[in-house]
């Protein structure tokens, strides 16, 4: 007890140098050995130098030639501390550190263990995440969070996978041009001469789920014309309301607006479409006649009119003669100079 604060401030001067050796020998450790089991504890009764040895051996072993200078300082602090009467066993702890620094063989630097600049040392209680919170809260007969619960779905019934293939084949048993979407049938080819002709004629119900009023005769390429406007034009302007296209006219054997002496209507070559009006899911009837220019429909109208430029090589509507006020002409003719819109 009288020799602690001496090998206190020793135990300090070592640690200093220990940090200032470290860069020459890295592959050192500094952690002290472990005591052996044989060797007793020092207490008061013990010499000064059975102290020394049982203390500061630990710490100097194996250290690099710079710790053992250090050590030997220490020792040599201890044997001036030895030689002003610092020793033996009567006085407190506090009274041989006055002593030591008295004698100048030691200098004491108070420490704060708190204060208002130092952070807290006590450690914060850490948050609770979320999903510790969602696990604490769960419900353990919840077949959705339990752990005794597969994640993986179930199958699917087999009388639902059966309706299902079934729909397919009769679709695809339905379907015309290699389009499982277009459903009709083929009619071959059909004409009446004098131009008036189509080759590989097929009849179309429906397209892209959509049902036409009347089936209507056509090539294919008027057919995937139309199918592709139902899907990317008609259908995202009504928000996919749209079951039914009313058929003004389709295949006829006429000229261009019944005009005597004019040419050949597109009508006459199976490569046009007239519609009139879209029924919608909730029975809604928009005809082109009545809400063109008015209102929601009006627009959906007119988006229409407007994507079908490009899928269709001639569309005209309401704007482009008093002949189309009330319906959409829709036709596949192919113009040098590109689609012809109105």
């Keep these: 007890m009288t020799v602690r604060a001496v090998i206190s401030g020793g135990a300090a001067a070592v640690f200093i140098a220990l940090g200032a050796v470290a860069s020459e020998a890295p592959d050192r450790s500094l952690r002290p050995e472990s005591r052996p089991a044989s060797q007793p504890l020092v207490g008061p009764e013990s010499s000064l130098q059975a102290s020394q040895d049982t203390v500061l051996a630990p710490v100097i072993e194996g250290v690099s030639d710079a ?125 009446k001469g004098g131009g008036c002709y189509i080759a590989d004629a097929v009849r179309v119900k429906s397209v892209s789920g959509v049902r036409l009023s009347s089936s209507a005769l056509m090539t294919c390429k008027t057919a995937e014309a139309l199918n592709t406007w139902v899907d990317k034009a008609v259908q995202p302007a009504f928000s996919k309301q749209v079951v039914e296209l009313k058929v003004a006219a389709h295949y006829a054997c006429r000229t261009r607006n019944n005009r005597a002496g004019a040419k050949l209507s597109e009508h006459a070559k199976g490569r046009a479409i007239d519609i009139s009006a879209f029924t919608l899911k909730n029975g809604k009837q928009v005809t082109v006649l009545n809400d063109w220019g008015r209102g929601k429909y009006g627009k959906a109208l007119a988006k229409s009119h407007a994507k079908a430029c490009g899928i269709f090589g001639t569309v005209l509507g309401p704007r482009s003669d008093g002949y189309h006020r009330d319906h959409f002409h829709l036709d596949t003719a192919n113009y040098r100079s590109g689609a012809y819109c109105r």
């Design 67 to 191: 710790a053992d200078a250090v050590a030997d300082v220490v020792v040599g602090i201890v044997a001036d501390a030895a030689a002003v009467g610092i020793t033996g066993t009567g006085g407190t702890e506090d009274e041989v550190v006055a002593m030591a620094v008295s004698a100048d063989l030691l200098t004491v630097t108070p420490v704060p263990l708190a204060g208002p600049d130092l952070p807290a040392l006590a450690p914060r209680i850490r948050p609770l995440s979320d999903q510790v919170i969602a696990a604490a809260a769960r419900v353990e007969t919840d077949p959705v969070f339990s752990p005794d619960a597969s994640l993986r779905p179930s199958d699917r019934p087999e009388t639902l996978m059966e309706k299902v293939l079934f729909g397919k084949r009769k679709k695809r048993k339905g379907s015309v041009c290699g389009d499982i979407d277009i459903q009709g049938e083929k009619v071959g080819n059909y004409g």
